[in-house]
């Protein structure tokens, strides 16, 4: 059974940082390109916004929202996948997803995060 689960979201001031971890089980991790979406309140789930993505060879790939803001890493020997938010707003909040891709996508259950003064 493949599992996702993300954790470190909360509720933070403006300018702030947050680090977000997600761990995965039942999946090769080193086969797999871990990204990172959210959704903000009143989206639907198809318009989630993709955040950043790395791959299996440690490309990473940042989102318009996500440069000069977010660092995104992966540990192998970890089976883990972290997003570091750094200056955040308030516009960043939304539920953020971890995913893994290889032939098939698999999804955690988000964790919210929050940026309000």
């Known amino acids: 059974q493949v599992q996702l689960v993300e954790s470190g979201g909360g509720l933070v001031q403006p300018g702030g940082s947050l680090r977000l971890s997600c761990v995965a089980s039942g999946i090769t991790f080193e086969r797999y390109t871990m990204f990172w979406y959210r959704q903000t309140p009143g989206n639907e789930r198809d318009d989630r916004e993709w955040v950043a993505s790395i791959g299996r060879d440690g490309t990473v790939i940042l989102g318009d929202s996500a440069k000069g803001r977010f660092t995104i890493s992966r540990d192998n020997s970890k089976n883990t996948v972290a997003l570091q938010m750094n200056n955040l707003r308030p516009e960043d909040t939304a539920v953020y997803y971890c995913?893994?891709?290889?032939?098939?996508?698999?999804w955690g259950q988000g964790t919210q995060v929050t940026v309000s003064s």
């Open positions: 995913g893994a891709r290889d032939v098939t996508a698999y």
